[in-house]
């Protein structure tokens, strides 16, 4: 806790905060309070949540217009609030911010089966939502928003690319004289992980992927972050925030990431995954051949590669023990995930 509490405070530390940015807004600030990567403010209307956003007009531009097309339909998003010149976004000292609406509630609990189906339940309402974005962008002119924010059909390619890099991370922790504890964890576990993303690459192959990336209905936005504090409870329906990852791309994509969040901390649970599956058909049917697809998603192990990667290649700034204690926990997992696996093409997919 302490070491996720100094990531934070770094994070907190680059912005710049100051009176002439808040000035720019028609708010009052009274106060304002840290909460993870953001600030809390107390303003003359309401609480907002002030965010550092690292990324570029295009990004700003796709989330502003991709949620402002889910809320014809499902109005449970995040809401920005505008500054005194209408946009979502302030350019303030060489970095973007933006301030939103803080949505009153409890942020779910994976562990409640009645808050899982809620929130299945609503990723179903919301995908629904999105359905046609990508032809709405293209008619209003907005074809190189879609082109710069779609992963449709790239999933098999970066899961080739992921292959390759970790086979490099081999290669050079191989050929190092002096191994450190993270090399010599990686070392251990590696070759397993490889033949995972192998036949995960495998999997996707032989499947309807390249057929599913052709239907329409099968392409949604998807919020690709969905961990519990990305999700708000509030009166038995669930509302998304922090839409930073989102990309155009198909359903599934979103369901894996919901179903690897789900049971993670749950000793890899096969019957969360069936809960998730049984509430998002309630409200959004899935075809046979999509399951196929997820089966080969949810082979590919995302928390192994996103750990080796961000050491490897310094994608973040953590410190050695942060790095060592998170690739011990994605290591002694790795049983319990291949039984779900197992449990998962025998019962779902029966492929």
């Known amino acids: 806790m302490e070491r996720l509490r100094y990531r934070e405070k770094q994070d907190l530390v680059t912005y710049s905060l100051s009176t002439k940015l808040f000035n720019q807004y028609d708010l009052k600030i009274y106060d304002l ?9 107390y303003t003359d209307k309401g609480e907002k949540i002030l965010k550092k956003i690292k990324y570029d007009e295009n990004r700003i531009k796709f989330i502003e217009e991709s949620l402002n097309y889910i809320s014809k339909t499902f109005d449970r998003v995040m809401k920005f609030y505008k500054n005194k010149k209408g946009d979502i976004y302030t350019f303030w000292e060489g970095e973007y911010y933006c301030i939103m609406d803080v949505i009153e509630g409890r942020e779910c609990q994976f562990s409640n089966p009645l808050e899982l189906s809620i929130t299945s339940r609503s990723l179903g309402q919301l995908h629904k939502s999105s359905l046609g974005f990508t032809n709405y962008c293209k008619e209003k002119g907005n074809s190189e928003l879609v082109k710069l924010n779609s992963n449709v059909g790239k999933t098999i390619e970066d899961f080739k690319k992921a292959l390759n890099n970790t086979k490099e991370f081999k290669r050079r922790v191989s050929n190092l004289k002096y191994k450190n504890d993270f090399d010599n964890i990686f070392m251990m576990n590696v070759d397993r992980h490889l033949y995972q993303m192998e036949k995960s690459i495998e999997i996707l192959e032989h499947s309807d992927f390249n057929l599913l990336v052709k239907e329409e209905d099968k392409i949604v936005i998807c919020h690709k972050d969905l961990a519990y504090h990305n999700i ?20 599934v994509v979103d369901l894996c990431n919901l179903i690897n969040k789900a049971i993670k901390s749950f000793v890899f649970d096969f019957t969360r995954a069936e809960d998730v599956l049984y509430d998002y058909k309630s409200e959004n049917f899935l075809e046979t051949n999509e399951i196929g697809v997820l089966y080969g998603l949810l082979y590919f192990p995302e928390d192994f590669y996103s750990i080796t990667n961000n050491y490897y290649n310094k994608v973040k700034s953590w410190d050695e ?22 449990s998962f093409k025998n019962k779902v997919f029966c492929g």
Do not use: T, W
């Not at 708000?232 to 359903?251: C, P």
């Open 33 to 41: 309070v840290p909460l993870r990567s953001v600030f809390v403010l």
């Open 321 to 342: 023990g942060v790095f060592i204690d998170k690739i011990k926990k994605k290591c002694e997992y790795f049983h319990y995930r291949e039984e779900f696996l197992n």
């Open 232 to 251: 708000i409870i509030k009166e038995d329906q669930a509302y998304f925030i922090d839409f930073d990852y989102s990309m155009i791309d198909l359903r």
